[in-house]
């Protein structure tokens, strides 16, 4: 992908060394009960076709495989597809695996239902990107299928928003220093690990949006119908809301 030089999401060594806290043990067995809830968001059944985009080591995109669906991952990073599909492989999955950019990647009126997890959207500072890749998926949808996204929101955000967090697993330390800017449309955060004498520190940066400015820009993309919620049980985006978990269908 190509937005500026040195962008974050760009970085391979980024993804590789970062992996197993984005993936850990613990996110990968959460996969199951996450797919549960898609499917039931969705109201999809075994034997549609699914497009996981920004599907990164294919945790979704395996479970989707194995209950009967007809899944196509796109990501950006070679690694995590070779994994992904060296499990898909060792399991006999057939599932189609893409490297490509998600700004990039259409295929027009393929699919029945998108998924996009995990706050994997909003990386480009120009709206302009993620306009364009939210039209990507609209034009991808067959008539009829619906796109179920789960990410951050400013409301949810701003009830535990915490400038420093630190944690410590398997002697790995991770601390994270975070702003908000630009009126709460910006979040940047300076990542850093350290194990043992070894130290390493990335900066990222996503856009933030609330309930109010995804549904405007699903709208504005053509979904006929956008519905959000509070978290991938269907909960309301209220102040009890976890996440921001949006559904838009295309007619």
């Known amino acids: 992908m190509v937005e500026e030089s040195g962008s974050w999401h760009e970085d391979d060594n980024f993804w590789e060394i970062w992996q197993p806290v984005l993936f850990s043990e613990e996110r990968v067995a959460q996969a199951p009960e996450?797919?549960?809830?898609?499917?039931?968001?969705?109201?999809?059944?075994?034997?549609?076709?699914?497009?996981?985009?920004?599907?990164?080591?294919?945790?979704?995109?395996?479970?989707?495989?194995?209950?009967?669906?007809h899944v196509t991952g796109v990501d950006r990073t070679a690694s995590y597809l070779e994994k992904a599909k060296k499990q898909a492989d060792a399991e006999k999955l057939n599932i189609e695996f893409i490297h490509e950019d998600m700004r990039s990647f259409c295929r027009p009126e393929s699919f029945d239902a998108v998924i996009n997890m995990f706050t994997t959207f909003g990386y480009f500072k120009d709206e302009e990107e993620n306009v364009k890749v939210m039209s990507n998926i609209y034009a991808s949808l067959k008539p009829g299928g619906s796109l179920i996204m789960d990410t951050l929101g400013k409301e949810t955000l701003s009830k535990v928003f915490q400038e420093r967090i630190w944690g410590e697993r398997d002697g790995v330390?991770?601390?994270?220093?975070?702003?908000?800017?630009?009126?709460?449309?910006?979040?940047?955060?300076?990542?850093?690990?350290?194990?043992?004498?070894?130290?390493?520190?990335?900066?990222?940066?996503?856009?933030?949006y609330s309930g109010t400015e995804m549904a405007k820009l699903l709208s504005g993309c053509g979904f006929s119908q956008v519905d959000i919620y509070g978290s991938l049980d269907g909960t309301p985006y209220d102040h009890t809301a976890q996440r921001l978990v949006v559904v838009g269908s295309k007619q």
Request: with cysteine; net charge positive.
């Open 173 to 208: 330390i991770v601390l994270q220093h975070q702003k908000v800017l630009d009126n709460w449309s910006w979040m940047q955060s300076q990542w850093t690990m350290i194990k043992g004498t070894e130290r390493v520190d990335n900066e990222i940066s996503l856009r933030l």
């Open 34 to 69: 996450q797919v549960d809830k898609i499917v039931s968001l969705l109201g999809i059944t075994k034997g549609v076709t699914v497009l996981d985009l920004g599907c990164g080591i294919g945790r979704h995109s395996l479970e989707m495989a194995r209950r009967g669906f």
